[in-house]
């Protein structure tokens, strides 16, 4: 099996977290420029700065940094499996078509509960349009 990459490692992050895109990982929670240094990790020659770990930890602080730069351990620090239910010690949640996934902080959870408001709202909205056909 192949091991993956630090950017792919960063994608599961990503992706954990429900983020749109690498664009909005960069410049929304890292609050960078744009996604330039982020991008560049593609390139397995490339190595993450001290400046990208750092930000990363500050800002997911539950995403183990030994998993992050090595690939070694689980993604989440006090990370346990029961079963098929994920639990982690952490506060926050991103449901996905798994389960729940506990993680993250309690801004974290806000703004996911608010996508996912969003979302809903769209439905109850492409819904009514179509009842009323």
């Not at 949640?93 to 608010?114: P, Q």
Request: charged share 30%.
């Amino acid at each position: 099996m192949k091991k993956a990459g630090f950017f792919e490692r960063i994608l599961q992050v990503i992706e954990f977290y429900d983020i749109k895109s690498v664009n909005s990982f960069a410049k929304d929670y890292l609050n960078y420029d744009s996604s330039e240094k982020i991008n560049r990790l593609k390139d397995k020659s490339k190595k993450p700065s001290f400046e990208i770990l750092n930000d990363i930890s500050n800002k997911f602080e539950n995403v183990d940094m030994n998993w992050l730069v090595s690939g070694k351990g689980e993604m989440l620090k006090n990370y346990q499996k029961i079963g098929n239910i994920d639990n982690s010690s952490v506060v926050g949640a991103n449901v996905n078509g798994t389960g729940i996934n506990i993680n993250g902080t309690s801004s974290e959870l806000i703004d996911v509960i608010k996508r996912q408001q969003e979302q809903i709202d769209k439905l109850i909205e492409v819904i009514n349009k179509i009842s009323d056909k």
